[in-house]
């Protein structure tokens, strides 16, 4: 598989030609000031220097990126990290990351019953930016609206320990069942149908509004003035798929550390303008990893650099349903003859790391980092199946295909529709091509149409990424819900080990029953693990603030201007 390598390496010439693309990884993601996970701290030397003076500007505004148009802002219909990432400067949840830790945010603390089943949390006042007061019933209503069948809520799976929450979410069980109550306006009781021992690492419990969602129904995050808001900043505006500008909450309970008066999420799908804009300033940070733009921004003495992991895992999606690929050496073909040292030295300029399994070295258990006391199981498999062709003309015999690999037909999907994401996919038809000598045709769409898609299991193919959180359950429990993920693989021993694992309270006991599951979902090859995400972000040196933790939870908050 070597051999990829001088192939990929000799595209790269092609593809800096191609407008100049930069090297993204093939994933919705924003260059924000937050992301969708926790992680832990940034060294010193990678944080924000911050100025000699401490002064702050007059002024306080910043310019960041959006790569993609929300879907909605709606916490019950969102679809994706765009829209939750949003959230965490629009809406406060009950307890946010900050430099790896959970701290109180919305809820000033919480109890947790003896039997690990019950959390009591104990709200701020904290106010929306109507003034109306931020009820314990405001979670309760989003987590009533989040299980209600006629919202199809996509990550209805990281509420499954809630007391009758998927129940209802199936039209199972009565709506007044769900395990979430507000005895008073300042106390939320949520109940659990089992222990969840990364339940507040994992899952993110925002507000909602009983009274727009019904003034508003299908509208309701459509528009700016049809998104209420509560955390850090307000929805001032919204310019469909061009801008969206947030303004301070002065009513948010926090509001002392929100130093931006303003942020504006420049829409820009395109990566050459997206260059283009931090170089002329139009933007004030960016993910850089195109070689030129990384020598050229590296001379600058306005700008400073800051290179960090986005605990995020990059692969390849395989709909297990269908007829083909239900035969798990055909899978694995797929998966094996994939040479990730050429993905990660092309693709994104030798920034990130090759994955030989689903979760990145950001995680823990408790106090064990999980990847130093797991083996990434496909590296044996790749050892035990050094030909992946011959693996994939044995899988195509059992499935009654026959044996000619270039009668074999397959689509990769791709969750966007950019000369750059074309020019990734082209890489990856290529690679397959040629290394197993099947055909593979390309399929574009945008984010929102590429995430309905998947969710449906309407593909075949289909490039993808998971942020994972400080406990490897997150990523793991994608695949051990009823109807087996994004993937369709169902697997009861695999969802099994994962349930045991989440309610395991020793960290070397829940530590070997997540690598157990993990290595029966990699070697089964539900998915293809490809690359563990990283970035290299240039940001000009006023830029103060911003997080090294690609798992902290802070959105702006603490972020500032001096001396712009």
């Given at each position: ?15 800096g030609?191609l407008a ?7 994933e919705?993601?924003?260059d924000?000031?937050?992301h969708?996970?926790?992680n ?7 944080k ?6 401490g002064?702050?500007?007059?002024e306080q505004?910043l310019?960041?990126l959006?790569?993609?148009e929300?879907?909605?802002l ?5 679809l ?9 400067n ?6 946010r990351?900050?430099n790896?830790e959970?701290v109180g945010?919305g809820?000033e ?9 019950t ?8 106010y929306?930016?109507d003034?109306?007061?931020v ?10 609206r989040q299980c209600?069948?006629?919202?199809a809520f996509?990550?209805?799976?990281d509420y499954?320990d809630i007391?009758?929450?998927t129940?209802?979410s199936k ?8 395990g979430a109550?507000a005895?008073?306006?300042s ?6 149908e089992q222990?969840?021992?990364a339940?507040l690492?994992?899952?993110?419990f925002f507000p909602?509004?009983a009274d727009?969602?019904q003034?508003h129904?299908d509208?309701?995050g459509?528009?700016?003035?049809k998104?209420p808001c ?9 310019n469909h798929?061009?801008?969206l ?5 002065e009513?948010?309970?926090?509001a002392?550390k929100?130093y ?9 799908p ?5 260059l ?5 300033g139009?933007?004030?940070y ?5 070689p ?10 306005d700008?400073?650099e ?14 297990c349903?269908?007829?083909?690929l239900?035969?798990p050496?055909i899978r694995?073909?797929?998966s094996l003859?994939?040479d ?24 823990y258990v ?5 990847r130093e006391?797991?083996?990434e199981?496909?590296?044996a498999?790749?050892?035990?199946n050094?030909?992946?062709k011959?693996?994939?003309?044995e899988?195509?015999k059992?499935a009654?295909?026959g044996e000619?690999p270039?009668?074999?037909t ?6 966007a ?11 990856y038809q290529?690679i ?8 593979i045709?390309?399929?574009?769409n945008?984010?929102a149409?590429?995430?309905?898609n998947?969710?449906?299991?309407n593909y ?7 942020g994972?959180?400080?406990?490897p359950q997150?990523q793991?429990?994608r695949?051990a819900?009823k109807v ?11 969802a099994s080990?994962v349930?045991?694992?989440s309610?395991t ?9 997540y ?9 089964d090859?539900?998915m293809a ?6 970035t290299?972000r240039f940001?000009?040196n006023?830029?103060h603030g911003?997080?090294g ?5 802070t959105g ?9």
């Open positions: 598989m070597k051999r990829n390598l001088s192939l990929l390496l000799a595209l790269t010439m092609l593809l030609l100049g693309c930069s090297m993204k990884p093939p919705p993601m924003e924000d000031a937050s969708n996970d926790k832990d701290a940034a060294p010193e030397d990678q924000s220097p911050q100025p000699a003076s002064e702050k500007d007059a505004y310019n960041v959006l790569t993609d929300p879907s909605v709606d916490v019950a219909r969102f994706g990290v765009t829209d939750r990432n949003l959230f965490m629009l809406k406060e949840p009950l307890v990351i900050e790896g959970i945010s809820a603390s919480w109890d947790i019953s003896d039997d690990g089943l959390y009591t949390f104990h709200l701020r006042e904290n929306w930016s003034g109306q007061k009820t314990a019933q405001d979670y309760v209503t989003a987590l009533q209600d069948p006629a919202n996509a990550f209805t799976a499954a007391k009758n929450f129940a209802i039209g199972e069980a009565d709506p007044s069942t769900l109550t005895p008073d306006d106390t939320l009781v949520l109940e659990l222990i969840n021992v339940l690492a994992s899952t993110d909602d509004r727009i969602a003034q129904g509208t309701l459509a528009e700016a003035d998104t509560c955390g850090p900043f307000s929805l001032k505006s919204w798929n061009s801008s500008e947030l303004t301070k909450n009513k948010y309970w926090n002392e929100v931006l008066q303003n942020v504006t999420y420049h829409i820009i395109d990566q050459n303008a997206q283009a804009s931090l170089e002329n139009s933007l004030d960016l993910g850089v990893s195109t030129e733009y990384v020598t050229k921004f590296q001379g600058r003495d700008m400073s800051m290179m960090f992991s986005t605990g995020r895992t990059v692969m390849v999606l395989f709909n349903e269908d007829p083909i239900s035969n050496k694995m073909a797929l003859s994939m990730r040292d050429a993905l990660v030295e092309v693709v994104t300029n030798g920034v990130s790391t090759p994955a030989y399994s689903l979760v990145p070295p950001d995680s408790g106090s064990l980092n999980f006391n797991a083996e199981p496909l590296e498999v790749m050892a035990a050094p030909d992946p011959a693996l994939l003309i899988g195509m059992e009654g295909l000619d270039s009668k074999l397959l689509t990769l999907s791709w969750g529709t950019t000369a750059t994401a074309r020019t990734y996919a082209e890489l290529q397959w091509q040629d290394e197993l000598g099947c055909v045709e390309l399929e574009f945008d984010n149409t590429h995430m309905g998947v969710n449906n299991a075949q193919l289909a490039t993808f990424s998971w994972a959180d400080y406990e997150f793991l429990s695949w819900n087996g993920g994004h993937s369709r693989w169902k697997n009861e021993e695999y080990l349930n045991q694992a309610q309270q020793d960290e070397k006991e829940r530590l070997e029953l690598a157990k599951a993990e290595k029966m979902l990699v070697e090859a539900a693990p490809l690359y563990f995400g990283a290299r940001y000009y006023y830029v911003l997080t933790n690609a798992f902290d939870k702006f908050i603490n972020v500032y201007t001096s001396g712009r």
